[in-house]
């Protein structure tokens, strides 16, 4: 971890480098430029729109609005620099702190940490536009629950979100100086995000709150007295913060600096003393990061973490608890929301997740598992007919409840077809003639479930409904081309590539398999995968969902940088002209009347996928999850 003599950083040898502008030269040509107060706010008004105020205080307040230009909510921070009616006497040195500040904490991108969006300010106030995270803060946390406490699993997870936080901004050179239950928001999901990175010194800068910029209770005496401080100031913060959420009492907070150096001196409370059940090691550990003397503290936050987290409880764990309270916390808050919105003649579309994730966070994942829960009940409708043992009703019943299955878990669904061919084909084909084909699908089919079929439920989800398109069609690479679209637009070009490619050749081998009532000799394998149209369809279906995730991948990029959409219909186009080279490719078309169907199907499918892709984009949004790449 990088390490810090002091935040105040001398300055660096003039004969080493260029003069660099002092802050007084910098402040002063900002104040050069600085629009009028109020300017500012005016500005942001043309693309925020004001929702709600959440919380206030001596130095500044937030204000959720809504960006009309994304569709998402944010939080801006409004800041005063000066005392109200003061702000022509704001040092010059006022402005390039507030803007060096902002700029330090625009940068430190990490999951953990509140993105910042964007900074501007004006004579009178600086305003910091920030992710919006939709939760409660810790501090509400705990004065909400029974006890006033988390459990150790909750602040395991707390404590292993901000250990990655701080450790992060230290590696970069950045001290927080203000850790405290306030600036630690959790989201609805139970991720742990910190907040306020930079407005210490800013605080202080400006004349507001405790001259040392942080909060009293939560300051290590180094901090307190105004002496220089390292990376162990936030550290003792942190384990203040930990130390509250495990025994539901801060322990130095005091009406001053004074009386909180006093109890800091004294020493805290010892938390066996109230959780005798607390594991040894977190105890020492927590204790010694709240040591008056920095020296006796833990040389860095990865190794506090390191061995508080030891044995304390299971982050994960933690995380799904946390996400139950701020959800129980939060119903009634939600139900009295629900009447204006009733009142509403339609929900907003954020662009982003579409009109059907504007209503439903659950959105990809229902009509992810509506396509694999059809796929697998078609598949092994086939199946079951293709070995004759069971009856109508039988097949039937069976497809339903594979199906029904796969709609809750498509990873499963994907499972029970590949393994469900394999038994089909088993006792039908003699040994000896099955072995040279069954050991390598399995070992393929294997080997791409294991990777991504568990793991990408969209990639499971295309896997089943190319088998069971190529069964109702009877050509494993017709509909291949839609399909791939759809994969594409979910998945990871990898992914993509690989699972729409493999559903291809399967699904030859399924397909013969049902014309010899299930047996699959490797002659008779080895002739149907090695058939040119078959090469040919599975290659350009397989590229065609490479390129469409491609494609969607820039324009998400592209959007979220405020880009706009017009790659979208370079999108649905691309994917439209892949598929009908795709079976062009896999169908060649002779100068013959005879042809001409084959290339209406070309231009037939086609257009359904780039109808596809639109639909796809306007009923789930642009988002690209980036998450559901290839493994590494």
Known sequence: MTRFSSHRRPAPDAAARPHAPSPAETGAAMLADAPAPGAAATALLKRYRPLETRGGGTFGTVEICLDVRLKRRVAIKRMPLADEGAAADVPLETYATALAEARTA??????????VIDFTYDRGYAYLV?????????????????????????????????????????????LHLDVKPAN?????TGNVKLADFGMAKLSRATGYGDARGGTIGYMPPEQLI????????????????????????APFRAESAAASIERIREGAEDPAEVLPGIPELADEVLLAALSSAPEDRPESVEAFGERFLADLGNPRAGRRSLANLIAELTADEDDADLAPEAAKPAVEVDPAEGWLGSRTPRARALVTGGIAGAGVAVAAAYVLGMTGVASPVATLAVALATGGASVAAPQLGSALVAAGLICAVAPATPLLALLPVLLPLIAL?????????????????AFAAILAAGALTGNPWLLAGPIAVWCGYLSAPGVAAATVGLGVLTSALFNTALGTAGALPASAAWAAIADGHLIAGAAGAAATAAVVSAVGSRLWERFSAGGGTGLDIVCAASGG????????????????????????????????????????????????????????
């Open 106 to 115: 625009s940068m430190l991108a990490a999951s953990h940490i509140v993105q």
């Open 130 to 174: 920030m992710e919006y995270v939709d939760g409660m803060s810790l501090e509400e946390l705990l004065a909400a629950v029974d006890g006033h406490s988390l459990t150790y699993d909750e602040t395991a997870a707390v404590a292993d979100a901000l250990v990655q936080a701080l450790a992060f901004a230290h590696d970069n050179g950045v």
């Open 184 to 188: 630690v928001l959790i989201d609805r």
């Open 226 to 249: 105004g002496a220089d401080v390292d990376g162990r100031a936030d550290l003792f913060a942190l384990a203040a913060v930990l130390y509250e959420a495990l025994c539901a009492e």
């Open 445 to 461: 089919l294997t080997s791409w479930w294991y990777v991504w079929g568990r793991t990408q439920p969209a990639a499971s989800a």
């Open 577 to 632: 002209i892949m598929v009908v080279l795709q079976l062009c490719l896999a169908n060649p078309v002779e100068n013959t009347s005879s042809q001409t169907l084959p290339f209406a199907v070309a231009l037939g499918m086609g257009a359904l996928s780039s109808i596809i892709w639109l639909i796809c984009t306007y009923g789930l949004g642009y988002r690209k999850e980036t998450a559901e790449g290839d493994r590494p």
